[in-house]
């Protein structure tokens, strides 16, 4: 019994010393963005702040708001970016899983060789077609371009719940008087809700997060997210990192509000998926 007591303790401490290691950089980015300019290069550097301030947070989101720009375009951005995906995602996962199709497996493979690339390959070659059709400089291009890196994952992940439903559940629906696509929308659509939730979190942040696509189809300010705005505070002759840990720090909340809310069908739905292969 003793035994089996120490060893959940140290299970325990380990646990406990890996998240504190993990959420370091967390904190060191918080503890910047309240660190006065006065203090910033000590050496050594303070481990708490000791004068804390919220001059960054007010230079930054209250005297300029060019950063409540760059929010509201990344979730422009973000939110265009999951809902078309599953907008996409979804009928397609369906017809992989569900229906008759030749060539099924060099579609699957099509679509793992995509999710393989990485976005700074497709990037040029984006930019050369979207040049071309006026998706240069505007939410619909960063959408888009987005769009095309999440949806081989959003179909890969929602394909193993549309095979895990038996058809017999269509059967009885199309004996009730439904037809396919009621059968789809009414019986089939809120039994995969799981997996509709985990892609719509995965997509919502691959939109959020992205760099490069943003950085190669904008060239203006009023269509940029949050993460080019970043990008300002590091200049030829240094860098503000007060003011970049402070809007990093903003950035981040949605991300880490998303996955508190939402961790048990995040999770959930991750590992229900894969066992539904």
Not at 2 to 21: D, N
Not at 62 to 90: C, E, P, Q
Not at 188 to 216: M, Q, S
């Amino acid at each position: 019994m003793g035994h089996s007591k120490l060893k959940a303790y140290s299970a325990t401490f380990l646990g406990i010393l890996f998240l504190l290691v993990f959420l370091f950089p967390v904190y060191w980015m918080v503890k910047t963005s309240i660190t006065p300019n006065t203090d910033m290069y000590h050496n050594p550097p303070y481990f708490f702040p000791i004068k804390a301030t919220l001059e960054s947070y007010m230079n930054n989101f209250i005297r300029n708001k060019d950063m409540i720009g760059f929010i509201g375009n990344s979730f422009i951005i973000a939110l265009g970016t999951m809902v078309m995906s599953l907008l996409l995602a979804v009928p397609a996962a369906y017809a992989v899983a569900r229906l008759k199709i030749k060539g099924k497996a060099m579609v699957l493979i099509f679509l793992l060789v995509i999710q393989m690339l990485p976005s700074i390959m497709m990037a040029m070659p984006l930019f050369i077609m979207f040049s071309k059709v006026n998706l240069v400089n505007n939410f619909y291009g960063l959408i888009f371009a987005d769009m095309i890196h999440a949806l081989p994952f959003a179909i890969l992940v929602l394909r193993p719940f549309f095979m895990s439903l038996p058809n017999e559940l269509e059967d009885a629906a199309k004996i009730d008087g439904c037809n396919k696509f009621t059968a789809f929308a009414k019986i089939i659509l809120p039994l995969v809700r799981p997996g509709l939730l985990t892609v719509g979190v995965f997509c919502f942040l691959f939109g959020w997060g992205d760099f490069i696509f943003a950085l190669t189809l904008t060239s203006g300010n009023s269509v940029r997210p949050l993460t080019l705005g970043l990008y300002q505070f590091i200049g030829q002759y240094g860098t503000e990192w007060n003011s970049l840990m402070a809007v990093s720090t903003l950035a981040a909340l949605p991300i880490v509000i998303i996955f508190v809310t939402m961790q048990k069908y995040v999770v959930g739905g991750i590992a229900a998926g894969s066992m539904k292969e």
